[in-house]
């Protein structure tokens, strides 16, 4: 029996909104005409894609570029215009299956900048960046500086792999100081993680602030307590979050390790990583606002795991850098071993340049 052809409405409501993942809606909407036109009437992709991920609510327009055609429609409107629903079906559907199922990777892009560093280059938020605590024999890490005082927080600001992200897994690893006696390691009590975008009012703050007043904070979590152990310590979210804006600041709350020499509280850390879905293929985030509201940017219809796959084929194993301090971290941790032979006389360093050599 076709229950959507033979029951009332509301009781097909209540059958097909038990579908819980996107994949099943996606087909139920391909049973015949009546079921695909009883979903997208009903906004059913938009409900689920809601339910799944409440954040979504914030979506105050779609912005779709695709087939050449821009235009714009307020998510959630009563016009009865098929078009629209069916425009905003597609959409939903789409963002719905990109944050369930794409490739769950690594999400951070870029380590912005550091509330403090106690050794510039050398002890960097770049070097948060790589798995490794020690390259050859140079240690990787970042360092705040030191305070008497176990109360002052440290920052860490990072920007993520596209404007929507879905946060799965949250890790930081403290840095042991294995040259130092004792072996310290440097922890806090507690690490506190936000997730949100820029101000786009940020012009006219500049220099007046630190540097994440700059950002909108969309999301803040709980206060994880922090281990005083050599180790990657995960940190689990109640559930899958959506970053919305693309950028992450960690904050470490709490000093509790010494340096022998100075006496003075530090917090190191070897390691930041961040584990996610980014849908920077599909969506991009358009106009946030402080209340959270923000325009939705369709990129591509395509199906977000396919791209992923793609794009996997084609990485570098080379990291791009983007500024000066990039730079001088990689070469202060990469010293290059040139040796440069001297002419025995000078013929022969005239004969040199004659021929091209230097």
Known sequence: MDFVENLDTDMSLAILSCLDDPSDLVRASAVSRSWRDFVIKHS???KLCLKLFHQLTSVDRIIDTSNDMKESFEAGSSRDDTRVLEREHRVYALLAKGCTSS???SCIADAIIASSTDNFPAESILNTLDERDRIGGTPSYWSSTGHHK????ETLLYQLKGDLCVITELSVQPFQAYFQPGTPIYSSH???FRLGHLDNNEAETA??????NKYVWTYTSQEFPMAQENRLQNF???EPVICIGGYMLVEFLGRVQTQEMDG???ICVSHVKVMGRSLAKSFQVVDPDESGKFGLKVLSYSDPQEMDE???EGLSPFRPMRNLEQLLNFLHRHPLDVEYVWPESDEEEEEAESDGEV
Do not use: A, H
């Not at 176990?150 to 927080?153: E, I, L, M, N, Y």
């Open 44 to 46: 059913l992709s938009k």
């Open 103 to 105: 490739p769950i990777r």
């Open 150 to 153: 176990t109360s002052v927080p």
């Open 190 to 192: 507690y690490v506190r």
């Open 207 to 212: 220099g007046k602030f630190p540097v994440e």
């Open 236 to 238: 689990k979210l109640p």
């Open 264 to 266: 003075l509280y530090y």
């Open 310 to 312: 793609n794009e996997e």
